[in-house]
Protein backbone atom coordinates (compact mmCIF):
# COMPACT_ATOMS: atom_id res chain seq x y z
CA UNK A 1 0.00 0.00 0.00
CA UNK A 2 1.19 3.62 -1.18
CA UNK A 3 2.34 5.88 1.76
CA UNK A 4 0.30 8.61 2.30
CA UNK A 5 1.57 12.15 1.26
CA UNK A 6 3.26 14.46 3.58
CA UNK A 7 1.16 17.21 4.83
CA UNK A 8 2.94 19.66 3.02
CA UNK A 9 2.61 17.40 -0.25
CA UNK A 10 -1.22 17.53 0.20
CA UNK A 11 -1.22 21.47 0.63
CA UNK A 12 0.81 21.78 -2.47
CA UNK A 13 -1.65 19.30 -4.19
CA UNK A 14 -5.02 21.08 -2.90
CA UNK A 15 -2.81 24.71 -4.51
CA UNK A 16 -2.20 23.12 -7.41
CA UNK A 17 -5.88 21.66 -7.97
CA UNK A 18 -7.34 24.86 -6.81
CA UNK A 19 -5.42 26.88 -9.07
CA UNK A 20 -6.09 24.40 -12.02
CA UNK A 21 -9.96 24.53 -10.97
CA UNK A 22 -9.81 28.13 -11.48
CA UNK A 23 -8.54 28.26 -15.08
CA UNK A 24 -11.86 26.53 -15.70
CA UNK A 25 -14.17 28.29 -13.54
CA UNK A 26 -12.77 31.92 -14.31
CA UNK A 27 -10.60 31.60 -17.40
CA UNK A 28 -10.79 35.04 -18.44
CA UNK A 29 -8.61 36.15 -15.86
CA UNK A 30 -6.13 33.51 -17.27
CA UNK A 31 -6.37 34.50 -20.73
CA UNK A 32 -5.52 38.47 -19.64
CA UNK A 33 -2.27 37.79 -18.86
CA UNK A 34 -1.55 35.07 -21.93
CA UNK A 35 1.79 37.29 -22.97
CA UNK A 36 0.92 38.12 -26.81
CA UNK A 37 3.89 36.32 -28.25
CA UNK A 38 3.08 33.24 -26.67
CA UNK A 39 1.91 30.32 -29.83
CA UNK A 40 -1.32 29.87 -28.58
CA UNK A 41 -4.51 31.48 -28.37
CA UNK A 42 -4.87 32.64 -24.73
CA UNK A 43 -7.49 30.27 -24.10
CA UNK A 44 -5.27 27.11 -25.30
CA UNK A 45 -3.02 28.43 -23.05
CA UNK A 46 -5.37 28.89 -19.86
CA UNK A 47 -6.63 25.58 -20.61
CA UNK A 48 -3.69 23.03 -21.25
CA UNK A 49 -1.67 25.17 -18.11
CA UNK A 50 -4.78 24.36 -15.82
CA UNK A 51 -5.13 20.84 -16.66
CA UNK A 52 -1.40 20.93 -16.40
CA UNK A 53 -1.60 22.25 -12.32
CA UNK A 54 -4.73 19.78 -12.25
CA UNK A 55 -3.24 16.63 -13.03
CA UNK A 56 0.15 17.97 -11.44
CA UNK A 57 -1.96 18.59 -8.84
CA UNK A 58 -3.29 15.03 -8.43
CA UNK A 59 -0.01 13.68 -9.33
CA UNK A 60 1.44 14.59 -6.51
CA UNK A 61 -0.56 11.86 -4.22
CA UNK A 62 0.64 9.13 -5.00
CA UNK A 63 4.30 7.64 -4.90
CA UNK A 64 4.06 6.18 -8.43
CA UNK A 65 2.87 9.55 -10.01
CA UNK A 66 4.93 11.70 -8.08
CA UNK A 67 7.98 11.96 -9.78
CA UNK A 68 6.00 12.57 -12.89
CA UNK A 69 4.06 15.61 -11.81
CA UNK A 70 7.28 17.13 -9.56
CA UNK A 71 8.91 17.54 -13.22
CA UNK A 72 5.54 18.16 -14.94
CA UNK A 73 5.00 21.06 -12.04
CA UNK A 74 8.07 22.01 -12.49
CA UNK A 75 8.40 22.56 -16.48
CA UNK A 76 4.75 24.53 -15.66
CA UNK A 77 6.15 27.09 -13.07
CA UNK A 78 8.57 27.59 -15.84
CA UNK A 79 6.57 27.82 -18.35
CA UNK A 80 4.21 30.78 -17.05
CA UNK A 81 7.31 32.60 -15.40
CA UNK A 82 6.86 35.15 -18.49
CA UNK A 83 3.22 35.46 -17.96
CA UNK A 84 3.41 36.59 -14.25
CA UNK A 85 6.95 38.81 -15.33
CA UNK A 86 4.50 40.37 -17.94
CA UNK A 87 1.66 40.99 -15.61
CA UNK A 88 4.02 43.11 -13.29
CA UNK A 89 5.28 45.13 -15.62
CA UNK A 90 1.85 46.51 -16.25
CA UNK A 91 -0.34 45.61 -13.21
CA UNK A 92 -3.05 47.57 -14.03
CA UNK A 93 -3.51 46.61 -17.33
CA UNK A 94 -4.39 43.36 -15.58
CA UNK A 95 -6.57 44.95 -13.02
CA UNK A 96 -4.56 43.50 -9.95
CA UNK A 97 -2.35 45.97 -7.61
CA UNK A 98 0.86 45.88 -8.20
CA UNK A 99 2.09 44.54 -4.99
CA UNK A 100 -0.22 41.43 -5.86
CA UNK A 101 2.05 41.31 -9.35
CA UNK A 102 5.51 41.88 -7.95
CA UNK A 103 4.57 39.67 -5.18
CA UNK A 104 3.53 36.83 -7.47
CA UNK A 105 7.13 36.91 -8.65
CA UNK A 106 9.24 35.55 -5.77
CA UNK A 107 6.44 33.06 -5.50
CA UNK A 108 7.63 30.75 -8.02
CA UNK A 109 10.82 30.08 -7.30
CA UNK A 110 9.18 29.04 -3.75
CA UNK A 111 6.95 27.28 -5.41
CA UNK A 112 9.38 25.53 -7.33
CA UNK A 113 11.07 24.52 -4.55
CA UNK A 114 8.21 23.28 -2.68
CA UNK A 115 7.37 20.98 -5.82
CA UNK A 116 11.33 20.06 -5.94
CA UNK A 117 10.89 18.91 -2.15
CA UNK A 118 7.86 16.73 -2.56
CA UNK A 119 8.94 15.25 -5.47
CA UNK A 120 12.72 14.28 -4.69
CA UNK A 121 13.71 10.82 -5.83
CA UNK A 122 14.39 9.59 -2.00
CA UNK A 123 10.94 10.91 -0.61
CA UNK A 124 9.21 8.95 -3.33
CA UNK A 125 11.35 6.05 -2.63
CA UNK A 126 10.95 6.15 0.77
CA UNK A 127 7.13 6.30 0.42
CA UNK A 128 7.21 3.27 -1.76
CA UNK A 129 9.84 0.93 0.42
CA UNK A 130 7.59 -0.57 3.66
CA UNK A 131 9.24 0.93 6.96
CA UNK A 132 11.67 -1.87 8.37
CA UNK A 133 11.10 -2.44 12.15
CA UNK A 134 14.21 -2.46 14.32
CA UNK A 135 14.15 -3.88 17.14
Known sequence: MPARPSVGTLLLSALFVTAGTLHFVTPGFFDRIVPPWVPLTA????????????LGGLGLLHPRTRPAAHWGLLALLVAVYPANVWMA?????FQVSPLVAWGRLPLQPLLMWAVWRAGRPDRVRAARTPASSSG
Open 89 to 93: QDPGR
Open 43 to 54: RQATLISGAAEL
